[in-house]
């Protein structure tokens, strides 16, 4: 039996989350079919609903690709994350305390969590700690933002590869940890507070460059030569007046620049 384009979209979601699809990586259409034991029609169509989810873009002539977040729109994404995030532990202190079949299935997460950090495959690991934010909102009883929240989950592991992000995965769990146990005793303010500060500490912990002149390096080796001892052993030729090549290129260069 064929995959189905629900399948594979959620597969390469979760090859995301798991930092094996890295930014950029190119997705071939012929490719995943042969993988997926499918039609193209069926992974155009997975594809199409990635691309509509800000996860995958596609190029008229050079296919499909994972994306890879500008500097802005990795801001937007955790400050999106952020309002998602802090609104929905708002919401839930507003009708009391989280039940307990939803705190278990949180502890149990975070033991899955504790368990991967022992081990040394990477990718569960990732997915883990990304994926106790969907799982959180499915707690919190909102099916429809868990679902809003994996994909931008997975655009900001896609920003974390991409700016080399230097986050600790041991202080990301135990951040978790302080979390559910402020949930756990009702204390919704300090829950939505410390979700506040572990957000900002992983988008803190991105190494993002301060923007810089396009032009620097180009301008740098075409600028022109100020070696005065090499000029003046030269013997300096005279131009005509009325020569209408009198202004110095490279001066001219240099005012283009």
């Not at 590869?161 to 135990?174: G, N, P, R």
Request: aromatic share 4%; charged share 25%.
């Amino acid at each position: 039996m064929s995959t189905s384009a629900s399948e594979i979209s959620a597969r390469i979601v979760e090859a995301v989350m798991a930092q094996k699809l890295a930014p950029g990586s190119r997705l071939g259409e012929q490719q995943l079919a042969m993988l997926f034991d499918c039609s193209r029609t069926i992974v155009r169509e997975a594809l199409t609903r990635l691309a509509a989810r800000g996860i995958v873009t596609v190029s008229a002539r050079r296919g499909w690709f994972v994306i890879e977040p500008s500097q802005e729109e990795a801001r937007e994404a955790f400050e999106a994350r952020r309002v998602i995030e802090l609104g929905l532990i708002r919401s839930a202190g507003s009708t009391g305390k989280i039940d307990k079949t939803a705190l278990r299935q949180l502890k149990a997460h975070l033991q899955r969590e504790k368990a991967a950090l022992k081990e040394s495959d990477v990718g569960n690991r990732s997915f883990l700690l990304g994926d106790f934010h969907v799982c959180l909102a499915e707690c919190l009883g909102n099916t429809l933002l868990a679902d809003t929240l994996r994909d931008f989950t997975a655009r900001t592991t896609l920003i974390a590869m991409l700016y080399q992000s230097t986050h600790d995965a041991v202080q990301s769990c135990e951040d978790h940890v302080q979390i559910v146990a402020a949930l756990e005793r009702g204390d919704h303010a300090a829950a939505e507070a410390l979700m506040a500060a572990h957000i900002g500490t992983v988008q803190s912990a991105l190494r993002v460059q301060a923007p810089t002149d396009p032009l620097a390096q180009l301008r740098d080796a075409l600028a022109p030569l100020h070696n005065t001892a090499a000029t003046s052993a030269k013997p300096k030729r005279r131009k005509p007046a009325s020569s209408p090549d009198d202004t110095d290129s490279s001066t001219y260069l240099g005012a283009l620049l």
